[in-house]
């Protein structure tokens, strides 16, 4: 791939992504968008490959939005690669590669957020108060510059994905949210852009996760396991045996609301085993719904 097909395809300004979208709808092409934080994995390349499929032209924003980092060494921390993520998005589907900057988004005196109750108060909202509230906010801005026809989320962020559906249904963007399943490594591992920061000690470690939640999948699916606090219990108990783990959160949730099922409340089909684990410096999510079959190792083959 040329850097002139890579410059070609880049907007860094608001004003180059309404004018490259614009061409498309002139030219009666659906638009597909796919949000991204840089740092793309195969897990970004699924969505922006089904995008290509479903649209005519396909956007990929490739942004690290700081207003929902609520750890200033975190964002710094995370990765910025924007050559390699343009290469890899172009050569995936994508049309456009929308990457502006901070205060291009931002500019100043900006000071108008998407805030929502509720679901955004909850696990990753519980822990981390203005994150959601930036999810929204980035979101919200990505959805009025591009105007999609679709967007594309990863069920691996089960949470985000919820709150970005309610979002788009309570502010009535015409849009449609299309959620695609989880990618995972080999091992099971959920892929993710925090992947790159573990060491090679950690990276073993963080296969807990799978672990942890397959354990619970099982109980429900051969054993029977209704309670809540049985899955929990099991998904701890996986979770302590690794000594680089430290849980945040272990939960069953229910699927739309994401509010917690109580110790000794019945689990359903349909309910999500949701995680959040520290593991070494680096916070990995991960979550499976509660099925009659169990999901292996082999389905991720």
């Known amino acids: 791939m040329t850097t002139d097909t890579i410059s070609s395809a880049l907007c860094t300004t608001i ?37 290509a499929a479903e649209n005519g032209f396909v956007v990929v924003s490739v942004f690290v939005n700081p207003i929902q980092f609520d750890d200033a060494a975190d964002f710094v921390a995370y990765p910025h690669t924007i050559e390699e993520d343009a290469a890899l998005a172009i050569d995936a589907g994508a049309d456009a590669v929308f990457a502006p900057s901070a205060k291009e988004m931002y500019p100043d005196g900006f000071s108008s957020y998407i805030d929502m109750g509720g679901i955004t108060e909850r696990l990753c909202g519980a822990a981390r108060k203005a994150h959601f509230r930036g999810v929204c906010t980035v979101v919200g801005k990505l959805f009025h510059i591009v105007q999609p026809d679709r967007a594309y989320f990863g069920e691996k962020d089960a949470q985000q994905l919820a709150v970005v559906r309610k979002m788009v249904r309570d502010l009535n963007f015409p849009i449609r949210i299309v959620g695609c399943p989880t990618v995972r490594e080999p091992d099971g591992l959920a892929m993710s852009s925090r992947n790159a920061r573990l060491s ?30 049985a899955l929990t219990g099991a998904m701890r108990g996986v979770l302590a045996a690794e000594p680089l783990a430290r849980a945040e959160y272990v939960e069953i949730v229910d699927p739309e609301t994401f509010a917690s099922r109580a110790p000794e409340a019945a689990v359903h089909a349909g309910d999500r085993a949701m995680l959040a684990v520290h593991v070494g410096g680096v916070r990995l999510i991960d979550n499976m719904e509660l099925t009659e079959t169990r999901e292996t190792l082999a389905d991720h083959d």
């Not at 979208?21 to 922006?48: D, K, Q, Y």
């Not at 672990?211 to 606090?229: H, N």
Request: hydrophobic share 45%.
């Open 200 to 229: 090679q000690e950690e990276r073993k470690a963080a296969r807990c996760l799978f672990r942890a939640l397959s354990e619970a999948c099982r109980l429900f699916a051969e054993e029977g396991a209704r309670g809540a606090a």
């Open 15 to 51: 004003a180059e992504a309404h004018g490259a979208v614009f061409s498309a709808r002139m030219a009666n092409r659906t638009i597909g968008l796919v949000p991204t934080m840089g740092a793309l994995h195969e897990g970004h390349l699924s969505l922006i490959r089904r995008a």
